[in-house]
């Protein structure tokens, strides 16, 4: 049931209802949007100068960055997924076992009473300007 | 106070469906539809902090706000081109106010026209092909005694350290060696040099019978298209091999299925390449304004 209509060995698409709706060959990569979205699609002058071309050259940083992302998890070297600083899943397991043994994990909370003291202006988000 | 803000998306017909609702765009913004005669501008008002002077060059600066626009402009014109043709603008087309982008509609409606009458009914896929190691599949004319490991780097440095250590104990006999040293490992200096021309040769047979390879499959998938576009194939470091073809085809909706199907069959037909085939894509590349 989950499976796409295809037909059986040539994978090849099928018309769905509409314009454009065949199954994707294969999955449009970062680089591939990035081809096309930075630089194509009708060129007409807005009020508002953009200058794409350093965007054009930090896409190459955001490809490499891409790249060794890729490289580096096939080699297995995928340390910062289980890292708080650099993953929102190891945050969350974190949580989760300080929730099992909250004497392990003793953190500020806000119904400490005492530590709403410290942080007079609740919301700091809100703008300084 | 400035004036708004007005990210420009896509073109499409007026008669178009809806744009639908909960779509948003690069800053999470609601997009919507300005209408002006036949013509339709899909579009989002940004949020104050972009539509400062600066504010959208400055945030195209930070490479993670920069992917997500990407990611979220043609998320909408993806969208878009699902239901009804679309011609894509190009990413950060800002006018101050709807009332600048009916002027647009208006006094380009000349090029925005033809423009849409290139996109309606058709998609762009994109084939790239890679050239494959030499001597991988090992052919019938493929030169013996090359084995051309896929590790390119540590295969010279290992041949290179070998070629040093052979040349320090075959001081001897180095003319016999020359001889027979192409058919098994080194043994001299000058057998070295001989294996690294027959490899340098096989790699630069390689790469022009990916070249012939190359030419063929763009003639067989143009003939399916009705536009062709070439795009760079130079792409950096992401990328093992840089690609002998990069193309675009612009492809009648009608025709896609024998499209795709014909660049599969050429997957068996050219051993030498390797395909990636993607779409349908909306036609970023076949929008250009003349002149």
Same mark, same amino acid.
């Given at each position: 049931?989950?499976?796409?209509?295809?037909?059986?060995?040539?994978?090849?698409?099928?018309?769905?209802?509409?314009?454009?709706?065949?199954?994707?060959?294969?999955?449009?990569?970062?680089?591939?949007?990035?081809?096309?979205?930075?630089?194509?699609?009708?060129?007409?002058?807005?009020?508002?100068?953009?200058?794409?071309?350093?965007?054009?050259?930090?896409?190459?940083?955001?490809?490499?960055?891409?790249?060794?992302?890729?490289?580096?998890?096939?080699?297995?070297?995928?340390?910062?997924?289980?890292?708080?600083?650099?993953?929102?899943?190891?945050?969350?397991?974190?949580?989760?076992?300080?929730?099992?043994?909250?004497?392990?994990?003793?953190?500020?909370?806000?119904?400490?009473?005492?530590?709403?003291?410290?942080?007079?202006?609740?919301?700091?988000?809100?703008?300084?300007? | 106070?400035?004036?708004?803000?007005?990210?420009?998306?896509?073109?499409?017909?007026?008669?178009?469906?809806?744009?639908?609702?909960?779509?948003?765009?690069?800053?999470?913004?609601?997009?919507?539809?300005?209408?002006?005669?036949?013509?339709?501008?899909?579009?989002?008002?940004?949020?104050?902090?972009?539509?400062?002077?600066?504010?959208?060059?400055?945030?195209?600066?930070?490479?993670?706000?920069?992917?997500? !626009?990407?990611?979220?402009?043609?998320?909408?014109?993806?969208?878009?081109?699902?239901? +009804?043709?679309?011609?894509?603008?190009?990413?950060?087309?800002?006018?101050?106010?709807?009332?600048?982008?009916?002027?647009?509609?208006?006094?380009?409606?000349?090029?925005?026209?033809?423009?849409?009458?290139?996109?309606?009914?058709? !998609?762009?896929?994109?084939?790239?092909?890679?050239?494959?190691p030499a001597g991988?599949?090992?052919?019938?004319?493929?030169? +013996?005694?090359t084995p051309a490991a896929?590790?390119?780097?540590?295969d010279?440095?290992?041949?290179?350290?070998?070629?040093?250590? =052979?040349?320090?104990?075959?001081?001897?006999?180095?003319?016999?060696?020359?001889?027979?040293?192409?058919?098994?490992?080194?043994?001299?200096?000058?057998?070295?040099?001989?294996?690294?021309?027959?490899e340098?040769?096989a790699?630069?047979?390689?790469?022009?019978?990916? =070249?012939?390879?190359?030419?063929?499959?763009?003639?067989?998938?143009?003939?399916?298209?009705? +536009?062709?576009?070439?795009?760079?194939?130079?792409?950096?470091?992401?990328?093992?091999?840089?690609?002998?073809?990069?193309?675009?085809?612009?492809?009648?909706?009608?025709?896609?299925?024998?499209?795709?199907?014909?660049?599969?069959?050429?997957?068996?037909?050219?051993?030498?390449?390797?395909?990636?085939?993607?779409?349908?894509?909306?036609?970023?590349?076949?929008?250009?304004?003349?002149?």
């Amino acid at each position: 049931m989950a499976r796409p209509a295809r037909t059986q060995s040539t994978g090849l698409p099928v018309a769905g209802a509409g314009l454009g709706l065949l199954d994707r060959p294969e999955p449009a990569s970062l680089a591939d949007v990035l081809e096309r979205v930075l630089d194509k699609g009708i060129v007409i002058a807005g009020d508002i100068r953009v200058d794409l071309v350093s965007v054009e050259l930090l896409t190459i940083r955001i490809r490499l960055l891409i790249a060794s992302v890729d490289r580096a998890r096939e080699m297995g070297i995928d340390w910062w997924e289980r890292d708080p600083m650099f993953s929102s899943r190891a945050r969350a397991e974190i949580a989760s076992e300080a929730v099992r043994h909250p004497d392990r994990h003793r953190e500020p909370h806000p119904s400490d009473g005492h530590r709403e003291a410290d942080h007079p202006n609740g919301h700091r988000e809100a703008d300084r300007d | 106070m400035t004036d708004p803000a007005v990210w420009l998306y896509a073109v499409r017909p007026a008669a178009a469906p809806a744009v639908p609702a909960g779509l948003s765009g690069v800053a999470g913004e609601p997009v919507r539809s300005v209408c002006h005669g036949d013509l339709e501008a899909v579009v989002g008002t940004l949020p104050p902090s972009l539509a400062a002077q600066d504010g959208v060059q400055a945030r195209l600066a930070d490479p993670v706000w920069l992917e997500q !626009a990407v990611r979220r402009h043609h998320h909408v014109v993806d969208t878009l081109f699902r239901a +009804a043709a679309t011609v894509p603008f190009r990413l950060a087309t800002i006018y101050r106010g709807d009332d600048r982008v009916v002027e647009l509609l208006e006094t380009r409606a000349a090029a925005l026209r033809p423009a849409l009458e290139t996109a309606t009914g058709r !998609a762009e896929w994109g084939v790239r092909a890679y050239p494959l190691p030499a001597g991988t599949p090992a052919g019938p004319g493929a030169p +013996a005694g090359t084995p051309a490991a896929p590790g390119t780097p540590a295969d010279s440095a290992s041949s290179a350290g070998r070629g040093a250590a =052979a040349e320090a104990g075959a001081a001897t006999g180095s003319g016999a060696a020359a001889g027979t040293a192409v058919a098994t490992a080194p043994t001299t200096g000058t057998a070295y040099l001989l294996r690294r021309r027959t490899e340098l040769a096989a790699r630069e047979q390689a790469r022009a019978e990916a =070249a012939a390879e190359a030419a063929e499959l763009e003639a067989t998938l143009s003939q399916w298209a009705v +536009a062709v576009r070439r795009l760079s194939t130079d792409h950096g470091a992401d990328e093992p091999v840089p690609a002998v073809s990069n193309v675009s085809y612009l492809v009648e909706q009608s025709r896609a299925a024998d499209f795709v199907a014909c660049a599969h069959r050429l997957r068996e037909r050219l051993p030498r390449l390797r395909l990636r085939i993607t779409g349908p894509w909306p036609p970023y590349s076949f929008v250009e304004l003349p002149g």
